[in-house]
């Protein structure tokens, strides 16, 4: 049975970092591609970042790109999401997921599994 526990979220100002990590447990981490999603209050949950099995391939959302970096280590069964430059927009529950999909995918739809959620918040 897999498992995520998401961790790292937290209140910090505009302009600051965060680093959010997932822990997965169960086999076979590295034939899952991980994401991480965010869902602000009265929002639908939307894609931020993924990397695939291998960590060769990313994808991030217009919105994050250049001030996020999605990285895995498939030796730790981890996963992380360093966000700096963040801006109040950021603020919500961010969620870590894995797919069995090779590679860094942005649908909801092809993620088995989910952690259940960190919240970050940033003040202006």
């Known amino acids: 049975q897999v498992q995520l526990v998401e961790s790292g979220g937290g209140l910090v100002q505009t302009g600051g970092s965060l680093r959010l990590s997932c822990a997965f447990s169960?086999?076979?981490?590295?034939?899952?591609?991980i994401g991480w999603f965010r869902q602000a209050p009265g929002k639908a949950r939307e894609f931020v970042s993924a990397i695939s099995w291998s960590g060769g391939l990313t994808k991030y959302a217009d919105s994050v790109q250049g001030r996020f970096t999605i990285s895995r280590d498939n030796v730790k069964n981890t996963a992380s999401l360093q966000m700096n430059s963040l801006k109040p927009e950021d603020t919500a529950v961010y969620y870590c997921a894995a797919s069995p999909v090779r590679e860094p995918t942005i649908s909801l739809s092809e993620y088995e599994y989910w952690g259940q959620g960190t919240q970050v918040t940033v003040s202006s």
């Open positions: 169960g086999r076979n981490f590295h034939r899952y591609a």
